[in-house]
């Protein structure tokens, strides 16, 4: 029975994906939905984005072996990225009026940055789309009763989530997003009423997590220590900032004022109720210690799924395995959409020279698809806990793109010699770190990299410039937008006939 209503959900929202996408008609409509998008849609984007399959599996299995400790990465420095965004990026961006973060990259510092950021961003989402659809599988694995194995529902999910991405777009994303929020937020509250009940109340689980440590957050004061909570900070709070994903949502807003504050109520919502899912996984320890126990070195992300399947009515089974299914396909689904859009825009298109607008839509559809067999091919491979894919796949985003989008909008002396040497300082420094340095270091990787970064963009900006800080030509649909306007105000300038207007 439970399958049968994931099944009829799954093409309910699969349809209304592809109703959407009628109001595709051009490229700025598949990547940032003409610009319409209302503060309720971007908010609710915004949220179910970032509510995904490592809310409600990692973060708890997580919780349970670390505690606030182990979570500080997400959800502290993912609700902190979603505010910094909203109170510091939004507004600069916005008025820029790009189709891309890539775009921004070249506006500023020219070509060469521009392709080497967009790699770097492309390359960030395999960690993160990997574990939604690592996730997905093990989903079809668990309603099925070990029907569909977990090889053949990251395929299943991962095509069907491709279908209605492939036509719909940013539109697409964003109206499933405001159905699956309201599925999200209204079924965990729903399963989180259930399970208080069960255990005796909320308190008696806040209790008992309190006297097991689990509410520990701040570091000892030991520098080594120190460090390693501030690199895992970081990584998601500031690694995450220079996103597509993210910038869709500015870019996709309606006026500026929403992507301000669609930004950072998105950012408080995912905060508040990512607290739910580790509420949940910790009741278990209550209800079902021995399967806790069972599962907590072997598989600890299928605890919150068999705690709902052993212990909750169909009704709130139902409204869990919903919940669940909204957060993983509405973050997959803008996750392959936004690296397919940056590799067209910034990448592919320069190399294939001029473009019609109908071209351009079809390329970014079609490196949807191979961006998503790829991605798909990568989750059936990888062994991370879903986790440590998305807590990873910050690092090199970090370490690469964010010192050159915080100093070229916040400090006028940054050049295109300083962002291409801040770019080279983190990559030289953190990439051997991470693969011939040693597993438990005493300065993490991404936070060596990140300061070596720094240091380059200082370096390369005040020392004499011998690359020179070309003038990057404008993106083509920038042009187009500018033309339009030049030409809608010689018409206000200079009417037409009333007879001729009336005609």
């Given at each position: 029975?439970?399958l049968?209503?994931?099944?009829?959900?799954?093409?309910?929202?699969?349809?209304?994906?592809?109703?959407?996408?009628?109001r595709?008609?051009?490229t700025?409509?598949?990547?940032?939905?003409?610009?319409?998008?209302?503060?309720?849609m971007?908010?609710?984007t915004?949220f179910?984005?970032w509510?995904?399959?490592?809310?409600?599996?990692?973060?708890?299995?997580?919780?349970?072996?670390?505690g606030?400790?182990?979570?500080?990465?997400?959800?502290?420095?993912?609700?902190?990225?979603?505010?910094?965004?909203g109170?510091?990026?939004?507004?600069?961006?916005?008025?820029?009026?790009?189709?891309?973060?890539?775009?921004?990259?070249?506006q500023?510092?020219?070509?060469?940055?521009?392709?080497?950021?967009?790699?770097?961003?492309?390359l960030?989402?395999?960690?993160?789309v990997g574990?939604?659809?690592?996730a997905?599988?093990?989903?079809?694995?668990?309603?099925?009763?070990?029907?569909?194995?977990?090889l053949?529902?990251?395929?299943?999910?991962?095509?069907?989530?491709?279908?209605?991405?492939?036509?719909?777009?940013?539109?697409?994303?964003?109206?499933?997003?405001?159905?699956?929020?309201?599925?999200?937020?209204?079924g965990?509250?729903?399963?989180?009423?259930?399970?208080?009940?069960?255990v005796?109340?909320?308190?008696?689980?806040v209790?008992?997590?309190?006297?097991?440590?689990?509410?520990?957050?701040?570091?000892?004061?030991?520098?080594?220590?120190?460090?390693?909570f501030?690199a895992a900070?970081?990584?998601?709070?500031?690694g995450?900032i220079?996103?597509?994903?993210?910038?869709?949502?500015?870019?996709?807003?309606?006026?500026?004022?929403i992507?301000?504050?669609?930004?950072?109520?998105?950012?408080?919502?995912?905060?508040?109720?990512?607290?739910?899912?580790?509420?949940?996984a910790?009741?278990a320890?209550?209800?079902?210690?021995?399967?806790?126990?069972?599962l907590?070195?072997?598989?600890?992300?299928?605890?919150?799924p068999?705690?709902?399947?052993?212990?909750a009515?169909?009704?709130?089974?139902?409204l869990f395995?919903?919940a669940?299914?909204?957060?993983?396909?509405?973050?997959?689904?803008?996750?392959?959409?936004?690296?397919?859009v940056s590799?067209?825009?910034n990448i592919?298109?320069?190399?294939?020279?001029?473009?019609?607008d109908?071209?351009?839509?079809?390329?970014?559809?079609?490196?949807?698809v191979?961006f998503t067999?790829?991605?798909?091919?990568?989750?059936?491979?990888?062994?991370?806990?879903?986790?440590?894919?998305?807590?990873?796949?910050?690092?090199?985003?970090?370490?690469?793109?964010?010192i050159?989008?915080?100093?070229?909008?916040y400090?006028?002396?940054?050049?295109?010699?300083?962002?291409?040497l801040?770019i080279?300082?983190?990559?030289?420094?953190w990439?051997p770190?991470?693969?011939?340095?040693?597993?438990?270091?005493?300065?993490?990787?991404?936070l060596?990299g990140l300061?070596?970064?720094?240091?380059?963009?200082?370096?390369?900006?005040?020392?004499?410039?011998?690359?020179?800080?070309?003038?990057p030509?404008?993106?083509?649909?920038m042009?187009?937008?500018?033309?339009?306007?030049?030409?809608?105000?010689?018409?206000?300038?200079?009417?037409?006939?009333?007879?001729?207007g009336?005609k």
């Amino acid at each position: 029975m439970l399958l049968w209503f994931v099944i009829a959900y799954w093409v309910i929202s699969v349809s209304i994906g592809l109703f959407v996408s009628t109001r595709v008609h051009n490229t700025r409509d598949f990547a940032v939905a003409g610009r319409h998008l209302p503060f309720y849609m971007v908010t609710a984007t915004v949220f179910a984005t970032w509510f995904g399959s490592e809310t409600v599996l990692g973060i708890p299995a997580t919780f349970l072996k670390d505690g606030l400790k182990g979570v500080v990465a997400d959800p502290f420095g993912s609700a902190m990225c979603l505010i910094l965004v909203g109170l510091f990026f939004a507004a600069p961006l916005y008025r820029m009026n790009l189709l891309t973060i890539g775009d921004y990259y070249k506006q500023r510092f020219g070509r060469g940055v521009e392709v080497l950021t967009s790699i770097a961003i492309v390359l960030s989402y395999l960690g993160w789309v990997g574990a939604q659809i690592t996730a997905l599988g093990l989903v079809f694995n668990v309603v099925s009763a070990g029907e569909i194995s977990k090889l053949a529902g990251m395929w299943i999910g991962s095509f069907t989530i491709l279908i209605y991405t492939f036509f719909g777009g940013m539109w697409a994303v964003a109206v499933t997003d405001f159905i699956q929020m309201i599925i999200i937020v209204l079924g965990m509250l729903y399963i989180g009423n259930e399970v208080s009940g069960m255990v005796g109340g909320v308190g008696v689980v806040v209790d008992h997590a309190m006297q097991a440590n689990k509410f520990e957050f701040w570091p000892a004061l030991d520098a080594k220590e120190m460090l390693g909570f501030i690199a895992a900070w970081v990584t998601m709070m500031f690694g995450s900032i220079p996103q597509q994903d993210v910038f869709q949502r500015v870019q996709s807003s309606k006026t500026e004022k929403i992507a301000v504050w669609g930004s950072v109520l998105g950012g408080v919502l995912y905060f508040g109720f990512a607290f739910v899912p580790m509420f949940l996984a910790y009741s278990a320890t209550l209800l079902d210690p021995a399967m806790v126990a069972g599962l907590i070195n072997t598989d600890s992300q299928l605890i919150l799924p068999r705690l709902v399947l052993d212990k909750a009515p169909l009704v709130a089974q139902v409204l869990f395995f919903g919940a669940l299914l909204s957060a993983i396909k509405s973050c997959a689904s803008a996750t392959l959409l936004a690296p397919s859009v940056s590799f067209t825009e910034n990448i592919l298109k320069p190399m294939m020279g001029k473009m019609s607008d109908r071209r351009l839509l079809l390329s970014m559809r079609i490196v949807t698809v191979v961006f998503t067999v790829l991605v798909t091919l990568y989750a059936t491979h990888s062994k991370a806990s879903i986790f440590k894919m998305v807590e990873s796949a910050y690092q090199v985003t970090l370490v690469t793109a964010f010192i050159p989008l915080l100093a070229g909008i916040y400090w006028k002396r940054a050049t295109n010699q300083g962002a291409l040497l801040s770019i080279f300082c983190g990559l030289a420094v953190w990439l051997p770190l991470l693969v011939f340095g040693p597993d438990d270091p005493f300065v993490p990787a991404q936070l060596a990299g990140l300061i070596a970064s720094a240091a380059g963009m200082v370096a390369g900006s005040l020392l004499p410039n011998r690359i020179g800080n070309p003038l990057p030509e404008e993106p083509e649909h920038m042009l187009l937008h500018h033309h339009a306007a030049a030409q809608t105000h010689h018409v206000a300038e200079h009417p037409l006939p009333s007879s001729l207007g009336e005609k």
